[in-house]
């Protein structure tokens, strides 16, 4: 049995379809379902469900015993703003599952974030100490620190699970992500502003030397981040925290062309100006450095952004027109 939580969220349901694919029994933990996340399970068959505080409750009552945890759930809001609520979710429930997981005997992959990086001035290399970073936010922050006790606890030669992964996501784009609302992915938002308006939206920059649309990101397909994780999983040798990303960054007036070119209309983009707000926190630059994971024998190839932006829309087109007819 493999243990899947945050198994209704967006990459946590593509892993579990991986899976249930491959045949594997599922123990699938998240937080209570909302009708918007529950749809990401639909068709999924034959898996049992837990929720996230008594999954900890059966783990240390020896109720189940899986053979593997890959940990996707956590508040991913990088609006967040209780740092209580992100120490409890993000840090002290993932020390929970790695504490198990190193007595049991079991591997343990779960999810960093790109957000450690902060502003990427130290740049995006995951052989970086996460104690010289400093994140932009308190997500960031919240997973910045689980990795650094992490690597505590291998340094002082204290128990660790039998092979850990944490994965530090780029600009992960691709179906499941409906529920994610504003914090889906620009791939989403522009499919339907072009949709519903005709044009794509994007920020101006606030960097004179960046025209508009010219800030880059590492977008990144969730079948690639998948790809990572389960090969992780099977190469315990590989242990450490991996960057989950291409390896390349792409504009956002890159990816809007790629948008329009998959729905088969003309590029029309509009750009408006940046949330104050948001502003202080913004990353015009992501490029995920893949030598780490190259280097561990990692064998897949990034999927160009047109290709995976073009199975992307069409999966979002189908369902345009099932939702029509």
């Known amino acids: 049995m493999i243990a899947v939580t945050g198994a209704a969220g967006f990459i946590g349901s593509n892993l579990a379809r991986r899976l249930a694919a491959a045949g594997r029994d599922l123990l699938l933990v998240d937080h209570p379902l909302t009708a918007a996340k529950a749809a990401n399970l639909v068709g999924l068959r034959g898996f049992r469900f837990l929720e996230h505080e008594p999954f900890l409750a059966a783990l240390a009552s020896g109720e189940v015993r899986p053979d593997a945890v890959f940990h996707l759930g956590a508040c991913s809001r990088t609006t967040e703003t209780d740092w209580d609520y992100l120490r409890r979710n993000n840090v002290e429930y993932t020390q929970a599952l790695w504490r198990w997981c190193a007595a049991a005997g079991r591997p343990l992959v779960y999810a960093s974030s790109a957000a450690t990086y902060g502003d990427g001035s130290l740049g995006f290399d995951d052989r970086t100490p996460p104690d010289a970073l400093r994140p932009l936010n308190l997500y960031g922050k919240s997973k910045n620190d689980f990795d650094a006790w992490a690597l505590a606890e291998v340094a002082a030669g204290r128990p660790t699970p039998a092979g850990w992964a944490g994965l530090k996501f780029f600009n992960v784009y691709g179906p499941g992500e409906v529920h994610k609302g504003g914090m889906a992915s620009v791939v989403l938002h522009a499919h339907r502003q072009v949709r519903e308006t005709g ?80 502003a202080r926190q913004y990353q015009n630059f992501t490029r995920a450095d893949t030598s780490k994971l190259r280097a561990a024998g990692y064998p897949g190839a990034p999927t160009p952004l047109e290709d995976g932006v073009r199975r992307y829309v069409g999966f979002l087109e189908e369902h345009v027109s099932r939702a029509a007819a």
């Open 199 to 278: 044009e794509v939206r994007l920020f101006r920059s606030t960097d004179p030397g960046i025209p508009d649309g010219g800030q880059r990101r590492d977008f990144v397909s969730v079948e690639d981040c998948v790809d990572h994780m389960l090969w992780l999983g099977a190469n315990p040798t590989a242990s450490g925290l991996f960057n989950s990303g291409t390896g390349s960054a792409r504009t956002f007036a890159d990816l809007a062309r790629a948008v329009f070119a998959a729905v088969g209309r003309p590029p029309v983009i509009r750009y408006v100006d940046m949330p104050a707000s948001l």
